[in-house]
């Protein structure tokens, strides 16, 4: 579905609306046909940390953070690191892994890929976020869900308002289990700070466990239209920020 998207005009004009935006561009990998970019803008606010386009068979993450940007959606008073498309290979080739067949979001505790050791390289420099919110798609959902990693205060009220938020494109997964998690109600899996498998860690156990306290993983449904799968993930990203 997304073998049309240029994603080389994507990250320019991704590129060239953050430096705009007064964004700062740090490279993590040189690798031309792995290049990958994280973007900051420091501040003395809130340290959120986004990603996506770590699956390249999920488009609308990658441009719910480009179209966030054209709409100056990050506001200047929080600290931002914006990492949008982290498996360049695999955007191209529209696949889930990177071209060596790895996922790359079952990596992070081993870091066989070159895209992970860069990554983690360069997170291990990063102070550790208040934050983190990663944007996904799933092939098999009919609805809208996400996981919560949460190490800090149980506020339920967030989840409510985030799947209230999505509501105009999608309802919640149903169902009493997601992705052979129990869910704590429809459409959120409050998942514990530990890895389902114990050496596949995706990139939101890393994040905990470097100590940030809270995550968000959003999952919106390919099987939806793409536009409406971007405005949902845009939807959730300007609800949780407006909620923290
Ligand atoms: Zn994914």
């Known amino acids: ?29 040189s690798d031309p046909m792995l290049q990958t970019t994280a973007w900051i803008r420091r501040a003395d606010g809130p340290r959120i940390y986004l990603s996506s386009g770590i699956h390249g068979d999920e488009p609308a993450g990658p441009l719910a953070l480009l179209e966030l940007m054209r709409n100056g959606f990050f506001q200047t008073n929080i600290d931002w690191r914006i990492c949008p498309l982290l498996n360049p290979s695999g955007l191209a080739s529209n696949t889930r892994e990177n071209a060596d067949g790895m996922d790359l979001n079952r990596d992070y505790l081993i870091h066989r890929s070159k895209e ?59 169902g009493p289990e997601i992705d052979g998690h ?28 470097m100590g940030c306290p809270r995550s968000f993983t959003l999952e919106s449904p390919s099987r939806g239209l793409l536009d409406d799968r971007s405005a949902a993930l845009q939807a959730a990203v300007r609800c949780i920020i407006a909620g923290i």
């Open 1 to 29: 579905m997304n073998g049309s998207i240029d994603w080389h005009q994507v990250h320019s004009e991704f590129a060239h609306l953050a430096q705009a935006q007064g964004f700062s561009a740090q490279p993590m990998l």
């Open 116 to 174: 992970t050791q860069a990554h983690v390289a360069w997170l291990a420099q990063q102070p550790v976020p208040d934050l983190f919110i990663s944007l996904h798609e799933d092939w098999e959902g009919h609805g809208f869900y996400f996981y919560e990693i949460n190490q800090g205060e149980d506020r339920p009220q967030l989840a409510h308002t985030l799947l209230a938020a999505v509501a105009p494109w999608f309802e919640p997964e149903p």
């Open 182 to 209: 129990n869910v704590r109600e429809p459409g959120w899996i409050y998942h514990p700070a530990e890895p389902d498998v114990p050496e596949g860690w995706p990139e939101a156990i890393y994040l905990a466990k």
